[in-house]
Structures are given as C-alpha cells and as structure tokens.
C-alpha cells in the first residue's frame, strides 16, 4: 500500500506562483509513475503533468511552459511547480503514483489551488 500526501495548495493572485508538494510513503520512484491531476468544480479530473520512473516527463497543453514536474529521490517527493498561475488553473490537485504492470494505482486526498484577485 502506497500513501500520497500532498501539500502546498492555498490562495494565490493571477500570475502568482505556486509549489506542490506530495509526499510518498516509501520509495517507489524507480518503479511507479508519478503525476499530477487536477479536477475543478463540475469537470473530470484531468492529467496535468507526468514523471515516469525513468525520468521522463509530459504536460498537458494547458500546463506547458508555466509547470514543472519533478521528484526529490531522498526524500520521496514529487512537486508541481505551478507558475504565471491563471484563474482557469483553480481546481483541487490530486498526485497519482501508477505502476501499470501491476495495475496499481494510488491517490492522494488532493490540495486545493485557488487562483483570484
């Protein structure tokens, strides 16, 4: 069993920064996917950026050239670093660690990102 933490959500004015942080219960890196998703009011939760176990990454459109994906290995992290942050960006983010050999998948609780003047 595999627990997702995440962190650093909150408040932030159009254009702001933001970092997420989740934290993963052991270290799984090396054989699970990491990514990003995020679900606003009355939508489907929708990929926002993902970090395979070998280090590649992918973005969804909406997040290219504005959001970095990355992993600190000791201290089983992943973070979403969320910039020139638009009010269309407003949704909880969930992180998703996936192994799809074994066909497991976890979640975490999500954190909320708000971004308003």
């Known amino acids: 069993q595999v627990q997702l933490v995440e962190s650093g959500g909150g408040l932030v004015q159009p254009g702001g920064s933001l970092r997420l942080s989740c934290a993963a219960s052991g270290s799984i890196f090396s054989s699970y996917a990491m990514s990003w998703y995020r679900q606003a009011p009355g939508k489907q939760r929708e990929l926002v950026a993902r970090?395979?176990?070998?280090?590649?990454?992918n973005y969804a459109d909406s997040g290219k050239g504005r959001f970095t994906i990355s992993r600190d290995n000791a201290k089983n992290t992943v973070y979403l670093q969320m910039n020139s942050l638009k009010p269309e960006d407003t949704a909880v983010y969930y992180c998703n660690a996936n192994r799809a050999a074994i066909s497991r998948s976890y979640w975490g609780q999500g954190t909320q990102v708000t971004v308003s003047s």
């Open positions: 970090l395979s176990s070998g280090g590649t990454t």
